[in-house]
């Protein structure tokens, strides 16, 4: 009714001629000072009472706007937007007008409400270490993560149902499992939601769930400044059991002047060992890693780099462009032969170079024994275990391999790699899972050592008066160099070192002190090295 009084006033204002500057008005109904919109994007009109032209403007444009309409009512529209926010949220509207005060409109509209659930509350992992969450959320969320947890590329949030991929790192324990929780929350604490919990276990994955690879990732041929045609060093690796074999020839130091016709080293592709190669590998059933000798004076000195694509790109005159080839390729680096004699007064020197190389994940590991040039370096094993590198033997041959005597091996890093394939193999290099086996030493990580002395040993004793017989059979073709070591006072051993042979048995007798019924009989394995030249502790009870 006062709307129509108004209008009313103002068309008998027009037709009377009385309009004056001191009669100028501009009004809103108090009902319409405070608009309440829903979360959807709607529209409502309000009428203004005026008797001059206005205008309005919204504080929040972006989604509130004021339109002026013609109309003599409901003559200014307001329309606001979707609300994705998770806030309650007002603009002010000013409806102005010269010569009269302005008159503000309150627009508030409802938030969305928040939608957070998984589908799954529990995840095993096994096998495995890869898994995913599906989660449905209309807000940014975020997830709190074990420190053994990771997200996987790819998982940008995206509104709705969604899936998520994590990998758990490799659990390897005496303990049977482990447990986390993962947490999903909204990454802003504005919006309120409680954050949803999914419990996760992962199984230990011991030894047994992994293939033990025969591999020689340092190899010679005359494509740099070796003797042997790279088939021939196929053939070798074949003879001595390898599973894998990387041929690393030298980028730099290329010898060689009596190559067949065809072939000149200055003319020929970094990949021709490997070329050539490849065939009688496959035909062996050896797998061939594609690898280069990046190989410069001390610092930087010589450094493998394996799982290249093309060898030829890590030809370079400055070196540190060959590591960043080599890194752009994914490529697995390995600093070699600290121990090498020609390193002068240099052997075993940590160059600043080397924490550079390091910081820049462009070493992986270090070759802690180099068969032909140094043998096993106590420092580089040191160095590994300090820094959590790999650990790493090659032949380093340039010259014909003789075949062995029986007993007798060439030295190989043991890879524990998931499965026989170059991406397994890969996956355990860059994870550490690896041991040297040098003469009759098994150089690594106590974790793989111990695992690999209990599936090779069986453990058996007979208790006869005060005497205690203990047999151990060797099911493996290791040997074991046994010491007693820390011997309970109250034990008496026959012995104080042995050797259980490959495949071999060996008793040994323990007399208890009167009235004692057992003990712990602590040995150390002198050929397994878990620390630079210190065997592995080892206690049977009896
Ligand atoms: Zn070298
Ligand atoms: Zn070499």
Redesign the pocket.
């Given at each position: 009714m006062k709307r129509i009084f108004f209008a009313s006033l103002i068309l008998f204002s027009i037709l009377s001629g009385c309009n004056t500057k001191e009669d100028s008005f501009l009004e809103v109904d108090a009902n319409s000072r405070s608009l309440n919109f829903g979360v959807e994007a709607s529209y409502q009109t309000i009428t203004v009472d005026a008797n001059v032209a206005f205008r309005a403007t919204s504080s929040h444009p972006e989604w509130c706007t004021a339109v002026v309409l013609n109309f003599p009512t409901d003559n200014l529209g307001i329309s606001v937007k979707t609300n994705a926010t998770f806030d309650v949220r007002h603009a002010t509207v000013t409806i102005s007008a010269d010569g009269v005060a302005d008159v503000t409109i309150t627009v508030n509209q409802l938030s969305a409400t928040p939608v957070l659930s998984v589908i799954q509350n529990h995840i095993l992992i096994g096998g495995s270490l890869d898994f995913s969450l599906d989660v449905h959320a209309n807000f940014p969320i975020v997830f709190d993560l074990p420190a053994w947890i990771s997200e996987k590329e790819g998982n940008i949030w995206t509104s709705g149902a969604k899936k998520y991929s994590f990998t758990a790192f490799p659990f390897f324990d005496p303990l049977p499992s482990r447990e986390a929780t993962i947490t999903v929350r909204a990454a802003s604490s504005s919006v309120n939601i409680q954050p949803v919990s999914v419990s996760i276990v992962q199984l230990s994955d011991g030894l047994q769930s992994y293939v033990t690879l025969k591999c020689d990732f340092h190899i010679h041929t005359v494509f740099s400044d070796g003797t042997v045609w790279p088939v021939t060093r196929v053939e070798e690796a074949y003879r001595d059991g390898l599973d894998v074999m990387s041929i690393t020839d030298?980028l730099e130091a290329r010898y060689r002047t009596n190559l067949p016709a065809g072939y000149t080293l200055q003319n020929t592709s970094h990949n021709t060992s490997y070329d050539l190669a490849e065939a009688a590998a496959k035909e062996k059933g050896i797998i061939l890693i594609r690898g280069s000798?990046i190989?410069r004076d001390v610092p930087p000195g010589?450094h493998g780099a394996i799982f290249l694509s093309d060898c030829n790109e890590l030809d370079k005159s400055d070196y540190m462009d060959a590591f960043r080839a080599a890194k752009a390729r994914n490529a697995f680096l390995s600093f070699?032969?600290p121990q090498?004699s020609g390193y002068g007064n240099q052997i075993n020197v940590w160059f600043p170079v080397l924490t550079q190389l390091l910081s820049q994940e462009m070493m992986h590991g270090i070759e802690i024994v180099n068969n032909d040039?140094g043998g096993y370096s106590p420092i580089a094993h040191r160095w590994c275990l300090d820094n959590k590198l790999t650990m790493l033997g090659g032949t380093?041959t340039h010259y014909p391999i003789p075949a062995f005597a029986v007993g007798k091996h060439r030295t190989m890093t043991l890879v524990f790699a998931r499965s026989r394939t170059p991406e397994a193999i890969y996956e355990a290099l860059m994870e550490r899972r690896t041991a040297v086996y040098h003469g009759d030493n098994i150089i690594g990580e106590e974790k793989y050592l111990k695992q690999m002395f209990e599936n090779a040993l069986q453990w058996s004793m007979v208790k006869n008066g005060n005497n205690v017989e203990v047999t151990v059979k060797n099911n493996s073709d290791l040997p074991f160099h046994m010491k007693t070591a820390n011997l309970d006072p109250r034990l008496v051993v026959s012995v104080y070192s042995f050797t259980i042979t490959p495949k071999g048995t060996y008793t040994l007798t323990v007399s208890l002190l009167e009235g004692i019924t057992g003990g712990d009989l602590n040995f150390s394995v002198e050929n397994f090295l878990v620390e630079p030249n210190v065997g592995m502790k080892y206690t049977v009870g009896i």
């Open positions: 030298h000798e190989s010589h070699n032969h090498y040039y380093d």
